[in-house]
């Protein structure tokens, strides 16, 4: 008997095989890394600016009130992307502590002291990416009879009554209150306003339903550049600042890609972000520096001067009681 001898049958047995491992390894090593995020919480080019080797997908459903991020944290999951609103709804302890000191080293005071106001639980764990401010955005403003056109106190104007989409944020809304003096009289905002609703600001102003909103730069630029009818106020008490935010699972294994912050903040897409609305955790004197061209239309506010830019502010992530307590306040006023 001729062991030596292989049956043709054998070959293609072997070939199949082959050509089955061969398969599985392709699809073992072209296994990418997954960022989760929700895509109202920033611009298309930082997924754009992405290298091949990460896939992103959607979060989706995370108003409902039955939401949780558990879940998605246990899924193959390296790095969330989220807006600051939704930090405090994150299980801390299914997160893992973001270092990259070469970039944490070079943050800006502002990027400083909105780590500092999520408290040491958080501040290790979530890493500020992008920084947007809130502002208030006009339909043809000339015709508004507007008062203090310079500060806040312009949403207090009588040409307003009624007239304004505020954020469905308490919170937000007493942190401006605050600035012009006016947390004791929070019903008086209350009346100028035309509804509470984050998601469709922008529709309401574009529509004509509504004279003014409250809302995030990033949120309205693009119809702020098309749209001739429309106009934008950063007061000069500054403004909240809307935060973009990364966070990382614990069951990741994936070190945090410092590459991609500074492929992200380079040459290549820095000022398409600034174009969108956004600026950089980082040093806002480097910022100053480079040659940013933005369209005429909010050049002047954007980048915002330094002296404005620095009267900005951060809101501190609150306990359990300072909710309870600032719904208090905000309910009976």
Do not use: H
């Not at 304004?164 to 007493?174: A, E, G, Q, R, T």
């Amino acid at each position: 008997m001729n062991t030596n001898k292989v049956s043709r049958r054998d070959v293609i047995k072997y070939g199949f095989m082959s050509s089955l491992f061969f398969l599985s390894g392709c699809s073992i090593s072209k296994k990418k890394l997954a960022l989760r995020g929700i895509p109202s919480s920033f611009t298309s080019e930082i997924v754009n600016s992405l290298s091949t080797d990460w896939e992103f997908f959607p979060i989706k459903n995370i108003e409902l009130k039955n939401f949780s991020y558990k879940s998605i944290l246990k899924e193959k999951t390296d790095l969330l992307v989220l807006n600051d609103g939704w930090i405090s709804n994150l299980p801390i302890d299914l997160l893992q502590e973001i270092k990259a000191n070469n970039i944490r080293k070079n943050f800006s005071k502002q990027a400083n002291s909105f780590l500092d106001g999520l408290g040491e639980d958080y501040e290790k764990k979530i890493f500020p990416l992008a920084v947007s401010p809130w502002v208030i955005l006009f339909r043809n403003e000339d015709s508004l009879n507007l008062k203090n056109k310079n500060s806040w106190e312009v949403i207090l104007s009588s040409g307003l009554t009624n007239q304004i989409v505020f954020p469905n944020s308490p919170y937000l809304l007493i942190s401006i209150a605050q600035k012009i003096d006016y947390v004791n009289n929070l019903s008086k905002i209350k009346s100028q306003a035309k509804s509470f609703d984050d998601r469709n600001a922008l529709n309401w102003v574009v529509s004509g339903r509504a004279n003014a909103a409250v809302l995030p730069l990033s949120s309205c630029v693009d119809s702020l550049i098309k749209d001739p009818r429309l106009s934008i106020l950063l007061p000069q008490e500054g403004g909240p600042l809307n935060w973009t935010v990364l966070a990382a699972p614990s069951l990741s294994q994936e070190p945090f890609p410092a590459d991609w912050f500074e492929f992200l903040w380079g040459q290549t897409y820095f000022k398409r972000l600034i174009r969108k609305g956004f600026l950089p955790p980082t040093s806002f004197s480097d910022l100053i520096k480079k040659n940013i061209n933005v369209s005429q239309r909010y050049q002047s506010i954007f980048p915002p001067k330094e002296s404005v830019w620095k009267k900005c502010w951060s809101l501190p992530v609150l306990s359990f009681e300072e909710k309870k307590d600032l719904a208090l306040i905000w309910n009976n006023s």
